[in-house]
C-alpha cells in the first residue's frame, strides 16, 4: 500500500494550469483549479506521449477536465474518463495539501 | 379489425427500405410484417462494401439499426430462405419449413452476378463480389496470392478493383468494351478515368474477351483472351453485370420478362395483384434496375398504395456520381449524343486532368446529358437542368467552363429550382422537403439529414441541398447557433468588441460578466487570442498561461512525441551564411533534426521543453528573433529572389517582402496568415495561394488577398492595382485589423471574406472608399501594434519566472526521458515499435 508523498508546494503550481512530477519514476500531471490539485498519469494514451500536464484545463457539462494538448480529446480530472472515446481513461491519483504543500498518493 | 400481413421476402437494401418506409407510414398500426433473409445477417450496405476492406466490419456496413424490428413488432427469419409462393392460397414456405399466410407480398429478391460463361470460370480463386461472405471469401484468397484481376470495368467492377488494391493484390481490370464504364462514359471521358486509375497502379486491360482460365505458372491461375494474350492471375473477380433473381417468382407462375426479371406495372405489381415487386429482380417497362436509388423509390410507391395513397412508379433516373477509387466521375442522362442531331460540347484540361462534356438539344435549349470525370462538382447543377426542363443559357458550355474570374456566379442558384426538384435521388427529397424540414425548425445540415434524410445515401447531393438550406434559412432571418461554446453564448467577433469596449484584460473577468462555468480549451484560446490582438501582452504573462495551448505556453509547435519544434524567423527567406551556420551548429550540439519547411524558413525538430531556452539563448545571441511558427499569428512572406538578381523581375521582391514581414510580425489574429511577394508574373512566389500577395507589375504592385493554400486550396482574389508601396501598407493595414476585428474563431481570411455580406467588393469599399470611416483608426490600431512588438523569446529569457515553467519536472531537475532513433543521419522520434524492437535510445546515447 502506497503512502502520500510530498511533491511540491501550492506555489510552484499555475493557477488554472498543469505542471508534471516525477514521483517514484512516475510521471504525473498536477492540474490546480479551483484550489484544488488534480492529478493524472502524465501520459497520453490516444496520444502516446507524456504531454498531459501541457494540456488546457477548464470544464465541460459541469465536469472539470484536461484537453490532450496533441489531439485535444477530453479527460475528466475527477474519473480520468475520456468524455470523447468510450473506453479511453487515464490513471487518477489521491491528493491533498496540507501546510501550502501538495501530496500525491500512487 | 384484424391487421394486414404483409411478407417480404428478401432483407437487402431495398427489402429493408421498404419496411423502414411501412414502419415509418401512418398506417403502420395496420400491417403485420415478416420477412425471409437467406443471410446470416440483416440488411447491410452494399454501396459501400469495398469499405470492408479498408476498416469498416459487417457491423459499421450494418443498415438496421440494433433493436429496429424488435421494437417495430417485425418478424424477421433470419438465415432462412423463402422456396416456396402458393399463389392460389396465399402462403409462403421457407427452407427451414416455416409457411405464412399473406395479404400482400413483396419480392425483393435483388439479383446475382452474372457470371460469363467462361471455361474454368470455377476454378480455386474465381469469385463474385456480392455479399460480405463473398469479401471473406476474397480475404482468404488474397492472403494466398498477390495478383487479382476484375472481370468488369463497369461501375461495380471498378469497385471491386478498389477492394483488390486495398487487399494488398497487384490489380488489372479486364472489360470486353473498348472502354470503361461503357454505359456511363464516352470515349473521352473513359480515357481519362482509365490514365487515371492507371496512376494509381492498377492496370486497366479493354477490349478483351476471356476465354478461358486455366492453371497459371507463376500464379494460381492463368485467363487466355480471344486474341491470344494471357494474365497470370490469383484471383479473378468477376464483376459483369447483374441478372435478376427471379427463379422463386417463376417457380411460383409470376410472369417473367423476355430475358429475365419479374414482370412489373407503373404500381409494381406482379402478374398476381396481391403480389409485388421491388427493386433489381423487378423488370419494369424493360429496365431493371442496378442502382439502389430506384428501389428506394419502387418501396415507396407499394407503401404508399398499402396506405391506399396512390402512386406509381413511372422509370428512374439513372444518372450517377461517385468517388471511384478516389477520382470523382459523374454521369448524367444520355450523354452519348444518341440523338444524331444531338450538340456537344467538351472541356478538356489536361494538366488538372478534368474532363467535362454536355449534349444538348439541336436547338442548344434544353440538357440531353452530361459526362464529368476528374470534377464532379457540376452534378447537382446540371442534374437539376435536365431533370426539370430548364432552360440553357445562352452559351451552354458557360455550364462546364471553368469560373476563373469570379464573375459569373451559379448560373442557376438554389432559388432557380421548382420545388418539386429531387435534390436526393437516393431518398426522394426534394426541394419543398428541404423547405418544409426547415418550416419544421431544422437549422443545420445535421438536422436536414437527420429529418429528410437528405445526404446520407451516396451524398452526391449534399452541396447542393445545403445550398437550398442557406438560402432557406437565410430568407426567414433565422439566426444560425453561433455561440462560440457552451460557456459564452457570443461569437468571437461579439466577444472582441466586449473586451475591447470594457476594456476586459483578463479572463476570470470576462466569464464572470459575460460567460458561464470555468471555460474550455475553445474559449480559453479565443480569449487568449483576443487580449492578444488587442492588448499586445506577452504571450508568457501570467495571466495568459491558463488560456494559451501549449504550442504558445512554450514558443515552440509540440510535435508528435511531446518535442517542440524551434523556427526562427527568416524575413522574406533571406539569410546570411553566418546564421546558416549557427544555425548548423546550434542543431549539432542539442542533436536536433533539420528540415527546410514550405515557408522558407529553417526548423529545427526534437527540442525537448527544457533545452528551449538554452536554444534560444544561443540563437538570439546570434540575431535571431522567434519566427512565430506556434502563434496564430503571421508566419512568413514568401519571396522570389526579384530583380536584384532575376532577369525577369520587375522590382525588388525580396526587400519588399522582408519590410511586410518586419511591418506585421507578431501580428496575433484569428487564424495564422501567410504572405507572398513576387516579382513579375511568373509568380514564383505563389503569393496568388496566400492570404496577402503581392505581384509586381510594370506600373507598381498588384495587391491579392484572400487566398490560401493547405486542405481547401483558394485563389487570392485581384484587390487593387498598381499601388505604390505606402498605398500597400495603408490597405493591408486596413484589411488585417478589419479581419481581426470581425472574423470568427479560427476563420481562415478566405472564408472570413466570403462570409462578409458584399464579399470583395464590400471589403474593397471599406478598405479602399472607408464606407464605414473606421480608416484612421484601423491604420492607429496597426500602428501601436508595431509599436509594442517584441520578441516573444527575447521577452521571455529576460525574466526568469518566464524560464522557469520550461522544467521538465516541477520536483526534480532531471529532465523527462525521451526516445529517438536514428535515420538518414538525423533523429526521429521513437515509434512504438521502435520501442518494442529496442532500437530507441536516449538522445545522450547519440553520438
Not at chain 2, 48 to 62: I, M, N, Q, V
Not at chain 2, 106 to 129: E, H, K, Q
Request: glycine share 10%; hydrophobic share 35%; proline share 3%.
Amino acid at each position: 500500500m502506497s503512502e502520500f508523498v510530498q511533491v511540491c508546494s501550492t506555489d510552484d503550481l499555475v493557477k488554472n494550469s498543469g505542471v508534471a512530477a516525477l514521483i517514484n519514476d512516475t510521471q504525473v500531471a498536477l492540474f490546480y483549479i479551483n484550489d484544488e490539485v488534480y492529478a493524472l498519469n502524465n501520459y497520453d494514451p490516444i496520444g502516446k506521449a507524456n504531454v498531459m500536464s501541457r494540456g488546457l484545463i477548464g470544464d465541460l457539462k459541469g465536469e472539470f477536465m484536461v484537453a490532450a494538448p496533441l489531439q485535444k480529446q477530453h479527460y475528466n480530472l475527477k474519473t480520468g474518463e475520456c468524455m470523447d472515446v468510450e473506453g479511453v481513461s487515464i490513471p487518477t491519483y489521491e491528493t491533498k495539501i496540507e501546510n501550502n504543500q501538495v501530496l500525491v498518493k500512487l | 379489425m384484424s391487421k394486414q400481413k404483409i411478407v417480404v421476402i428478401g432483407n437487402g437494401m431495398v427489402g429493408h427500405n421498404f419496411i423502414e418506409k411501412l414502419v415509418a407510414s401512418e398506417g403502420y398500426a395496420n400491417f403485420e410484417v415478416h420477412t425471409f433473409c437467406e443471410e446470416p445477417r440483416v440488411a447491410y450496405d452494399r454501396v459501400y462494401l469495398s469499405s470492408y476492406f479498408s476498416g469498416k466490419t459487417a457491423e459499421d456496413l450494418s443498415l438496421v439499426k440494433p433493436g429496429f424490428y424488435e421494437e417495430n413488432g417485425v418478424k424477421i427469419y433470419i438465415n432462412d430462405k423463402a422456396v416456396g409462393i402458393d399463389t392460389q392460397n396465399k402462403t409462403v414456405t421457407s427452407e427451414a419449413g416455416v409457411t405464412i399466410e399473406y395479404d400482400k407480398l413483396i419480392m425483393a429478391t435483388g439479383s446475382y452476378p452474372f457470371v460469363p460463361p467462361i471455361d474454368g470460370n470455377n476454378r480455386d480463386g474465381c469469385l463474385v463480389y456480392r455479399t460480405i461472405e463473398d469479401l471473406d471469401a476474397m480475404k482468404e484468397v488474397a492472403a494466398r496470392g498477390k495478383v487479382g484481376v476484375v472481370v468488369g470495368g463497369g461501375l461495380l467492377g471498378l469497385e471491386a478493383a478498389k477492394a483488390l488494391v486495398d487487399l494488398g493484390l497487384e490489380t488489372h481490370v479486364v472489360e470486353f468494351a473498348p472502354r470503361l464504364m461503357p454505359v456511363q462514359l464516352d470515349d473521352g471521358g473513359a480515357a481519362l478515368l482509365k490514365r487515371k486509375i492507371e496512376n494509381l497502379g492498377v492496370t486497366v486491360h479493354t477490349s478483351k474477351a476471356t476465354t478461358l482460365i486455366t492453371d497459371g505458372e507463376s500464379c494460381m491461375n492463368k485467363m487466355v483472351f480471344a486474341d491470344g494474350e494471357e494474365l497470370e492471375t490469383d484471383m479473378v473477380l468477376f464483376s459483369a453485370g447483374i441478372r435478376p433473381r427471379d427463379d422463386l417468382a417463376k417457380e411460383s407462375g409470376l410472369e417473367l420478362g423476355p430475358r429475365g426479371g419479374i414482370q412489373i406495372d407503373n404500381q409494381c405489381k406482379t402478374s398476381d395483384s396481391d403480389v409485388f415487386a421491388i427493386g433489381e429482380c423487378a423488370l419494369h417497362d424493360g429496365m431493371v434496375y442496378g442502382l439502389v436509388a430506384p428501389g428506394y423509390s419502387m418501396a415507396q410507391v407499394v407503401v404508399n398504395q398499402l396506405n391506399a395513397e396512390p402512386a406509381s412508379f413511372e422509370g428512374a433516373d439513372m444518372s450517377t456520381k461517385l468517388k471511384l477509387m478516389g477520382v470523382d466521375v459523374a454521369s448524367i442522362g444520355d450523354p452519348h449524343g444518341t440523338d444524331e442531331n444531338a450538340l456537344s460540347y467538351v472541356y478538356e484540361n489536361g494538366p488538372e486532368e478534368i474532363y467535362k462534356k454536355i449534349v444538348v438539344t439541336p436547338d442548344g435549349k434544353k440538357l440531353l446529358g452530361a459526362v464529368l470525370v476528374g470534377d464532379a462538382e457540376d452534378f447537382g447543377n446540371l442534374l437539376q437542368i435536365m431533370l426539370n426542363d430548364m432552360d440553357l443559357p445562352e452559351h451552354p458550355d458557360a455550364l462546364i467552363l471553368p469560373n476563373r474570374d469570379g464573375s459569373g456566379g451559379d448560373l442557376f442558384g438554389p432559388d432557380a429550382l421548382p420545388e418539386t426538384a429531387q435534390l436526393c435521388s437516393c431518398y426522394d427529397v426534394s426541394k419543398g422537403d428541404i423547405i418544409n424540414a426547415v418550416e419544421g425548425g431544422c437549422c443545420t445540415m445535421a438536422d436536414v439529414k437527420a429529418t429528410t434524410e437528405a445526404g446520407t445515401g451516396c451524398g452526391g447531393c449534399v452541396q447542393l441541398v445545403t445550398n437550398v438550406l442557406n438560402s432557406e434559412l437565410e430568407k426567414r432571418g433565422v439566426e444560425v447557433n453561433t455561440d462560440l461554446c457552451e460557456h459564452f453564448a457570443h461569437t468571437r467577433q461579439e466577444l472582441y468588441h466586449i473586451c475591447q469596449v470594457e476594456e476586459i484584460k483578463d479572463f476570470d473577468t470576462l466569464i464572470e460578466k459575460h460567460g458561464t462555468g470555468c471555460g474550455c480549451e475553445v474559449c480559453k484560446q479565443a480569449v487568449g487570442n483576443i487580449f492578444a490582438s488587442l492588448w499586445n501582452t506577452h504571450a508568457l504573462a501570467k495571466e495568459n498561461v491558463a488560456l494559451q495551448d501549449t504550442n504558445d505556453n512554450y514558443l515552440g509547435n509540440m510535435q508528435k512525441d511531446g518535442t517542440y519544434s524551434v523556427i526562427p524567423r527568416v524575413p522574406g527567406g533571406e539569410i546570411t551564411p553566418q546564421k546558416l551556420i549557427v544555425l548548423g551548429e546550434v542543431a549539432t550540439k542539442y542533436k536536433l533534426y533539420t528540415k527546410v519547411n514550405g515557408g522558407q524558413r529553417i526548423v529545427l525538430f526534437g527540442a525537448q521543453m527544457n533545452d528551449l531556452p538554452a536554444i534560444w539563448k544561443e540563437l538570439l545571441d546570434a540575431g535571431f528573433e522567434s519566427g512565430q511558427a506556434y502563434a496564430k499569428a503571421l508566419r512568413t512572406v514568401k519571396s522570389c529572389v526579384g530583380s536584384t538578381w532575376c532577369r525577369f523581375g520587375l522590382d525588388d521582391s525580396v526587400t519588399m517582402a522582408i519590410e511586410m514581414e518586419n511591418r506585421y510580425k507578431g501580428l496575433r489574429s484569428p487564424h495564422k496568415m501567410k504572405m507572398g511577394v513576387s516579382g513579375c508574373t511568373r509568380e514564383c512566389a505563389e503569393a496568388q495561394a496566400k492570404d496577402i500577395g503581392l505581384i509586381s507589375t510594370e506600373n507598381g504592385w498588384n495587391l491579392y488577398v484572400c487566398g490560401n493554400g493547405g486542405m481547401k486550396p483558394r485563389h487570392a482574389d485581384l484587390f487593387a492595382t498598381d499601388l505604390t508601396k505606402e498605398e500597400v501598407f495603408k490597405y493591408v493595414d486596413r484589411l488585417l485589423m478589419f479581419y481581426i476585428r470581425t472574423a470568427n474563431r479560427l476563420e481562415r481570411t478566405a472564408t472570413w471574406m466570403d462570409n462578409l455580406e458584399g464579399g470583395l467588393e464590400y471589403l474593397q469599399d471599406v478598405v479602399i472608399n472607408d464606407s464605414l470611416g473606421l480608416g484612421a483608426e484601423l491604420e492607429a490600431q496597426m500602428e501601436r501594434q508595431q509599436q509594442t512588438y517584441q520578441c516573444d523569446w527575447e521577452a521571455a529569457l529576460e525574466n526568469p519566472e518566464f524560464t522557469k515553467r520550461f522544467r521538465s519536472f516541477v520536483n526534480v531537475d532531471s529532465p523527462a526521458e525521451q526516445l529517438f532513433v536514428q535515420e538518414r543521419g538525423q533523429i526521429r522520434p521513437a515509434t512504438e515499435e521502435d520501442k518494442l524492437a529496442g532500437i530507441a535510445v536516449e538522445i545522450k546515447q547519440i553520438a
